[in-house]
């Protein structure tokens, strides 16, 4: 009975041995398990605020660009109600035609021209100023050459 005695100690010892062995084992397995779950924690949190940075960043670039489109927008029908070359040039070949008209037509040329005269020299005044000054010393690019070629080509 003593060597069964002794030999279910020493099993119980070896038990107990094994167990806290085990139990050591364990614990380093759950801290370094903690130490990586809390390293992917703050990896995620870092990529979420950057994440998050940049969605604010991009909603802000896109109302920006809305702000943008909408002002462009009204400038393209801003632009769209301006005359271009082609009516430009229509005008001035209607010009052409009712001075001519003014010019065959007797009695009625001479009142016709004196109220134009009148007209374009009220015309004048209001274009005094600064900004007639202004456009005095830079010329702007205007349909002048375009348009003569346009009322010859018309004519012939």
Request: no cysteine; proline share 3%.
């Amino acid at each position: 009975m003593q060597n069964f005695l002794i030999g279910l100690g020493i099993g119980v010892v070896l038990a107990i041995v094994l167990v806290v062995v085990m139990s050591l084992k364990r614990h380093k397995e759950i801290l370094v398990a903690t130490k990586e779950t809390e390293r992917l924690k703050r990896m995620l949190t870092d990529r979420m605020d950057l994440e998050s940075e940049g969605l604010s960043k991009l909603k802000e670039q896109n109302e920006e660009l809305r702000k943008q489109n909408e002002n462009l927008r009204i400038s393209l029908n801003t632009y769209s109600q301006k005359p271009g070359r082609k009516e430009v040039a229509r005008l001035h070949v209607y010009q052409l035609a009712v001075d001519r008209l003014t010019i065959n037509s007797p009695g009625f040329g001479a009142a016709w021209q004196a109220a134009l005269k009148e007209s374009e020299d009220e015309f004048q005044r209001t274009y005094v100023g600064v900004q007639p000054f202004i456009k005095r010393l830079i010329p702007i690019k205007t349909d002048a050459a375009v348009l003569p070629q346009t009322v010859e080509t018309q004519e012939k």
